[in-house]
């Protein structure tokens, strides 16, 4: 199962020192102690909400260092949607799809920003997957490409890891439930950030510090507000569910003692190392 992990001093400081956006503001999911809560994060001080970031804006007078928490998966989603092929370089030969190609992950993929990606004893062939991810901010059936637009609350960084050999291999599963949906397969943080263009984030991926994807959002095939509109066609989208929007160029299998982070402009680093 998964395991959270109390970020040392030094990691805090790295991530509060990330540039932030003028304008753009951090939320977080964090443990403090027995607790868990949503918060604010200005600087290296998480200012405790009442509730949910979705839910509530003005925080309490509660605050805490941000390098004596446990930084958690910084949403909880009724459900985890993701598109692939959504980068014209990471299609090959393939012909590009018509419309947004989506799957679900289930909710229990999810880790901690800081946890571990826990590879499964028989697998033999799990990549990495660096994609930015949306949170829903409101109840979304049928809308149009301006509600689904206003529907996007904020993004985060999300790394939608798989198992090529079950999901293309010639003994692969009718589905994917295994080959991305996996306890761990879905690390996503290390906070939400809301106020920035996500339409023109540059996206980096590190294997053990190699560069191993580098791509702006600008080169979605079907950008962010035309994913949402489309899904929302068929599911009903609610507050706090989650879209991995689709990964750039090649990947390649990630090896137990391997770190893998995720790095996109304007938001920060998603941090975890495989098991």
Request: hydrophobic share 35%; net charge positive; proline share 7%.
């Amino acid at each position: 199962m998964t395991r959270r992990h109390l970020l040392s001093t030094a990691a805090a400081a790295s991530f509060a020192s990330q540039a932030q956006s003028p304008g753009a503001t951090r939320y977080v999911r964090f443990q403090a102690g027995a607790k868990i809560a949503y918060g604010v994060l200005d600087g290296e001080t998480i200012r405790e909400l009442p509730g949910s970031y979705l839910k509530f804006d003005k925080p309490k007078s509660t605050t805490y260092p941000l390098s004596k928490v446990t930084l958690l998966a910084p949403v909880e989603p009724p459900k985890v949607l993701a598109v692939g092929l959504n980068y014209k370089s990471h299609l090959g030969s393939r012909t590009p799809p018509v419309n947004p190609e989506l799957f679900f992950k289930p909710t229990s993929s999810i880790q901690d920003p800081t946890g571990n990606i826990v590879i499964p004893p028989d697998s033999k062939n799990t990549h990495y997957e660096g994609e930015l991810v949306l949170i829903i901010g409101k109840k979304l059936r049928n809308g149009t490409r301006e509600q689904a637009k206003d529907a996007i609350w904020g993004i985060t960084c999300g790394n939608d890891v798989s198992e090529r050999d079950w999901q293309n291999g010639p003994n692969k599963d009718l589905q994917w439930w295994r080959a991305k949906g996996s306890d761990t397969f879905g690390p996503v943080g290390p906070w939400v950030v809301r106020g920035v263009d996500y339409g023109n984030l540059l996206l980096q991926t590190r294997l053990n510090g190699e560069v191993v994807q580098k791509q702006n959002t600008s080169d979605l095939l079907f950008d962010c507000p035309a994913m949402v509109e489309f899904a929302s066609r068929y599911v009903t989208l609610e507050p706090g569910d989650i879209v991995f929007t689709g990964t750039p160029q090649t990947t390649r299998k990630m090896n137990r003692g391997d770190v893998v982070e995720v790095e996109i402009e304007k938001i920060g680093v998603l941090r975890n190392k495989v098991v």
